[in-house]
């Protein structure tokens, strides 16, 4: 069976890079009916980040990458120490000051064959160094406890950054002092900014909370990250999740850096956003505003806007005013007292049961007629009067969402 895993170091908040490595392992996973496995590697305890931590989970729970397992190596201690024993029995150990360092062969070379563009890689054994596998803290290192857990945890595939790639000959040397087996290694290339520099905080090197603190959608994000670095052929652009596990195959992984563009992801973002039946964009909306907002008024107002935003965040400024009155007016209406009586007169003529955008439009345009005001006028002094802003949704619809009542209410204010 396929096993694979993903082994996050809680010692910063992980990026959009980390979190491109969990998306493929899962794709990978799903794509073969394997398992999806999560080991929180810990035992570096001089960096560890509780809020790190949380966030690993907090990022894959709202993405929907929902692991199979999950093991945490600062509770597995004695399995390294009993291993490390195994290997010091073996002679391949020995102390140096506190720690215990592995003895690499000093001849020969050490070489996989990459999964990432079927290459063959080669180190000499001669340019690397002993390594320690467990500190003076009788914690084990990434290295050790890795390639402990990945045997142990009946890893099939490793499929992490290709910043790991120095480590994997010092990894397979351990393998082959324990006389296991090595899992294929798939390294993915780095992810750089426009630049073409690796990605860094300065670029955006965000973590996908940052992002979703921004608007974007889990959709869109989980889209634009799986085309970092893998093309599914066709020129194929905007898949779902599911049809990224149909399609997901090691062969149409780049061996090219990848670039990544916060301008696409936007694109990205709001084409989610317009096919909102794919997104759910409503009770995406309600989650974002930590449910504060009615989900009915969300529910009658997002299809005013829908072509209109490109990120959640755009809602609220746009739709405010559907939950509370305008407190300001982009123009001062005074002057305007007798129109938007006028205007009141006729709207409460309406029959409530006929409170429709279409059934609205008409009598005010049969008003301004009247009145012999322009269209643009008459409704520039009611769009201010109900929404406070010159510009604003489709006014008839937003009448309509707005309810009766609540219209002339809002206009008996204003005169
Ligand atoms: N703990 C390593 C990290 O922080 C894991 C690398 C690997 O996948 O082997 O990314």
């Known amino acids: 069976m396929t096993r694979v895993r993903i082994a996050p170091s809680p010692t910063g908040i992980p990026h959009i890079g980390n979190t491109r490595t969990a998306l493929f392992n899962y794709l990978f996973a799903r794509n073969h009916n394997g398992k999806f496995i999560l080991r929180i590697e810990d035992t570096d305890r001089v960096r560890f980040v509780k809020e790190a931590e949380s966030a690993i989970y907090e990022i894959l729970k709202w993405l929907g990458l929902e692991w199979d397992e999950v093991h945490i190596q600062s509770k597995r201690l004695s399995i390294y120490k009993d291993h490390a024993h195994l290997l010091e029995k073996k002679g391949y150990l020995y102390k140096d000051k506190d720690a215990f360092r592995f003895k690499m062969p000093k001849d020969g070379n050490t070489e996989w064959i990459d999964l990432i563009g079927s290459k063959k890689i ?7 160094e002993d390594f320690v596998v467990i500190k003076s803290d009788g914690y084990p290192t990434y290295n050790f406890a ?4 990945d045997h142990l945890m009946r890893i099939t595939h490793v499929i992490r950054g290709d910043e790991f790639i120095s480590s994997t000959p010092k990894h397979i040397q351990l393998y082959k002092a324990f006389g296991w087996e090595p899992p294929m290694f798939a390294h993915l290339p780095v992810i750089l900014g426009n630049d073409k520099a690796k990605l860094s905080k300065r670029h955006g090197a965000k973590s996908v909370l940052d992002y979703r603190e921004e608007g974007y959608l889990k959709e869109a994000l989980l889209n634009y990250m799986a085309l970092l670095g893998w093309s599914p052929g066709e ?12 399609l997901f195959d090691f062969k149409d992984v780049n061996t090219a850096s990848p670039i990544f563009d916060v301008k696409k992801l936007e694109w990205m973002n709001g084409v989610y956003i317009r096919e909102f039946q794919i997104s759910n964009l409503k009770s995406q909306i309600y989650e974002f505003y930590n449910r504060k907002y009615s989900l009915e008024i969300i529910e009658k107002t997002v299809p005013l806007i829908q072509d209109r935003i490109k990120k959640l965040s755009d809602y609220l400024p746009l739709c405010e005013f559907f939950f509370k009155d305008p407190e300001k007016y982009e123009i001062d209406l005074k002057s305007k007292s007798d129109l938007l009586k006028k205007i009141y007169d006729a709207l409460s003529k309406i029959d409530s049961g006929k409170w429709r955008a279409l059934e609205i439009g008409d009598k005010m345009q049969n008003l301004a007629k009247d009145l012999e005001i322009k269209n643009s006028e008459f409704f520039m002094f009611l769009r201010v009067a109900i929404t406070g802003k010159k510009i604003s949704p489709p006014l008839n619809e937003s009448m309509e969402a707005l309810g009766k009542d609540n219209v002339l209410q809002r206009l008996k204010k204003v005169f």
């Open 122 to 128: 080669v180190f000499q054994n001669n340019t690397q």
């Open 146 to 149: 890795n390639v402990v857990d």
């Open 235 to 246: 020129d194929r652009e905007i898949m779902t999740l599911d049809e990224m596990i149909k």
